[in-house]
């Protein structure tokens, strides 16, 4: 049973072109987020949303909107993808039951190339 | 939050205990330190979290010092399983009012071998 699932795995794509990631979690949770991993290895949080609602907004280009149609899915639509837009996007999500902390889960991933 | 800073890899043979050190001089007093580890390919893992008293799960301890600036993540018995990217995080709670971020560093990279 997958707990944060990812769709798809694998993207390969063109600069120009428009393209969505899908995440699901099946976990009952009511926060999911984005993260961007670049080739570097760095990992930094995109968005975040909570019951729908965004929460977090980094300083991300507006060619990425955030889609939040429901408590259990998060979807990622960019538009216009650039050379710098490949790395791996990784969708994790939280409780907020009303503890001090909270573990974030993360999904396997989106590995994202643009040519 | 807080920056930390780690060494950027360790070795460890397999079955000893790998010692992961985390200095967070600026820690504020409401800022958690956690523990999250990346295995090649996979996405981040939670291992354990602590503010101030030292912690045990079931894959991990935390040992926090008392004037909390930096700690240290215990694998008491490491595998090859857990060679990974360790990453230690300093953030606030949710009980401050701000929405849970986790900022990730370069961490450590833990080579764990036969």
């Known amino acids: 049973d997958t707990a944060v699932s990812q769709t798809p795995k694998y993207l390969v794509t063109q600069m120009g072109n428009d393209k969505s990631i899908k995440c699901e979690q099946n976990?009952?949770?009511?926060?999911m987020y984005w993260y961007k991993q670049d080739s570097k290895k760095f990992l930094k949080i995109m968005f975040s949303y909570n019951n729908k609602e965004l929460i977090i907004n980094e300083t991300v280009p507006n060619r990425f909107s955030p889609k939040s149609p429901d408590k259990a899915h998060l979807n990622l639509h960019i538009n216009s993808l650039e050379l710098g837009d490949s790395a791996v996007y990784f969708c994790?999500?939280?409780?907020?039951?009303?503890?001090?902390?909270?573990?974030?889960?993360f999904g396997p991933g989106t590995r994202l190339l643009v040519l | 939050d807080a920056k930390t800073t780690q060494p950027t890899s360790m070795d460890c043979a397999e079955g000893r205990a790998a010692n992961l050190p985390c200095n967070h001089s600026?820690?504020?007093?409401?800022?958690?330190v956690y523990w999250y580890r990346q295995i090649h390919s996979q996405g981040p893992q939670y291992i354990i979290h602590g503010l101030k008293n030292n912690e045990t799960n079931e894959m991990a301890s935390l040992i926090i010092t008392e004037d909390r600036k930096s700690s240290t993540l215990i694998l008491p018995h490491a595998t090859l399983r857990d060679t990974a990217v360790y990453y230690c995080i300093v953030m606030l709670g949710w009980n401050t009012g701000t929405a849970s971020k986790l900022t990730f560093g370069t961490g450590t990279r833990l080579q764990v071998t036969l």
């Open positions: 600026t820690i504020s007093g409401n800022e958690y």
């Open positions: 994790a999500s939280s409780p907020t039951s009303g503890r001090a902390v909270e573990t974030q889960y």
């Open positions: 976990l009952g949770h009511d926060t």
